[in-house]
């Protein structure tokens, strides 16, 4: 499963990585996303879906269309390292806080819709998975883990900012709890739209928050 907002639903230009793909001084790092003549090379044995938008792995699973995210070199980093089909669920929606949109249960106040809309969305993929993706008959799915990735909303309320970790580390036991699966591994994805030269002090608290949560012993 990915989720988060625009982070995850991925900005990332195509015709840039198809440059990356095919220069020589890059080709060795991005290669294996095109086939000998240059074209796209979807991958088979990772699927995705994306908010309606089904298929084998490959760009255009973003917002807007002719962008890529996260979910393309993960795919491939996953399908590369797993012998078992692999199913990417992604659920992102782009201008959506933690602090409210996403505001899990455990955390107090008012629940965040597009909280529960993860698992009404994850569990319609799992019910249709054949009508989705037909070569999955007779296959059992497996939630195997979580990768979230979000923050900028949250990065530019200072209220939102300062309860960031506690609510991410409320998001990652409920995530847990509503799955039945106390041991989900959950990846947090750092914040960092600024670089490595990032100075702004709430985007710096919100990455230490998101650190934080991932240092927890649980």
Do not use: C
Request: proline share 6%.
């Amino acid at each position: 499963l990915l989720a988060g907002q625009s982070n995850m639903q991925g900005k990332g230009k195509i015709e840039h990585l198809h440059a990356l793909a095919t220069a020589a001084k890059t080709r060795a790092t991005y290669g294996h996303l095109v086939d000998d003549q240059g074209e796209w090379k979807p991958r088979d044995d990772v699927w995705i879906w994306y908010m309606g938008k089904t298929g084998e792995l490959d760009v255009g699973f973003a917002s807007p269309a002719d962008r890529f995210g996260p979910e393309l070199q993960f795919g491939h980093v996953v399908g590369d390292a797993l012998d078992e089909q692999v199913l990417l669920i992604k659920i992102a929606w782009g201008g959506k806080s933690l602090a409210v949109d996403f505001r899990p249960p455990s955390a107090g106040g008012e629940r965040g819709p597009y909280y529960d809309e993860i698992f009404t969305h994850t569990k319609a993929v799992l019910d249709e998975l054949e009508t989705h993706f037909p070569k999955a008959k007779g296959m059992r799915p497996e939630i195997a883990g979580l990768i979230w990735f979000q923050g900028w909303n949250d990065r530019v309320n200072q209220e939102h900012n300062d309860e960031y970790g506690s609510n991410l580390a409320h998001l990652i036991r409920d995530v847990r709890a509503e799955f039945e699966l106390p041991k989900l591994p959950f990846v947090i994805g750092e914040s960092g739209q600024g670089g490595p030269e990032e100075k702004h002090p709430r985007a710096l608290s919100l990455m230490r928050h998101q650190a934080d949560v991932a240092a927890l012993k649980e």
